[in-house]
Nanobody, 125 residues
Framework: QVQLVESGGGLVQAGGSLRLSCAASGRTFSTDTMGWFRQAPGKERQFVAAISRAGGFTIFADSVEGRFTISRDNAKNTVTLQMNSLKPEDTAVYYC??????????????????WGQGTQVTVSS
């Protein structure tokens, strides 16, 4: 079983930047496709970004396209979400997710079998 731990959340003003990190342990990280999701109070979980096992392919939600980037370092078992030009609408708990032994990245949270505890991102107007 994989364990995922997010870090890097905090409070930032609109237009600012944050970088979230996810540290993985417990299974072979390089065989996992990885994703980021977020959930605001009272709202459904929302897909943010995903990255392929080798990092060569990425996908993003329309709401963050051009503002967020996702990357991974398989040697360090980490995946990163760089968030720029943040908006108050980005306020949410952000979760790191892993999909075991799959070469297909997905926007569907049900496709992921490992989740971190989440890290809070708050963007003030």
């Amino acid at each position: 079983q994989v364990q995922l731990v997010e870090s890097g959340g905090g409070l930032v003003q609109a237009g600012g930047s944050l970088r979230l990190s996810c540290a993985a342990s417990g299974r072979t990280f390089s065989t996992d496709t990885m994703g980021w999701f977020r959930q605001a109070p009272g709202k459904e979980r929302q897909f943010v970004a995903a990255i392929s096992r080798a990092g060569g392919f990425t996908i993003f939600a329309d709401s963050v396209e051009g503002r967020f980037t996702i990357s991974r370092d398989n040697a360090k078992n980490t995946v990163t979400l760089q968030m720029n030009s943040l908006k108050p609408e980005d306020t949410a708990v952000y979760y790191c997710a892993g999909r075991r032994n799959s070469g297909v990245i997905s926007r569907d949270g049900d496709a992921y079998d490992a989740w971190g505890q989440g890290t809070q991102v708050t963007v003030s107007s």
